[in-house]
Nanobody
């Protein structure tokens, strides 16, 4: 089982990036998936989730700026990030669980079994 993120990089404030998370050996996108992020010395925090039926949930701090989506045929999840701010700088991780619906626990690190290695996003002012 493997998840691989890509698409990170360095942008200026107000810029955009699209992250991708591609799974192998398992149909990840047919289950609950999510994006998390983490900065040094801080706990990993949830950014957004998407479930079996493509219902989405977002953290308040990214509402209206980020969009999570998926392509089941490609077994790939995306995070389109716009209006980026320096405080969005972090390592971004994708995660997946074997449940169809993310539910109220979508933002819990403990709710996910599989994780990618992360992709770095740096936003400069």
């Amino acid at each position: 089982a493997q998840l691989v993120e890509s698409g990170g990089g360095s942008v200026q404030t107000g810029g955009s990036l699209r992250l991708s998370c591609t799974g192998s050996e398992y149909p990840y996108t047919t289950y609950c998936m999510a994006w998390f992020r983490q900065t040094p010395g801080k706990e990993r925090e949830a950014v957004a989730s998407i479930d079996h039926a493509s219902r989405t949930t977002y953290a308040d701090f990214v509402m209206g700026r980020f969009t999570i989506s998926k392509d089941d045929a490609k077994n790939t999840m995306y995070l389109q990030m716009s209006s980026l701010k320096p405080e969005d700088t972090a390592m971004y991780y994708c995660a997946s669980d074997s449940r169809y619906w993310c539910g109220g626990g979508w933002d819990s690190v403990r709710g996910y079994d599989d994780w990618g290695q992360g992709t770095q996003v740096t936003v400069s002012s």
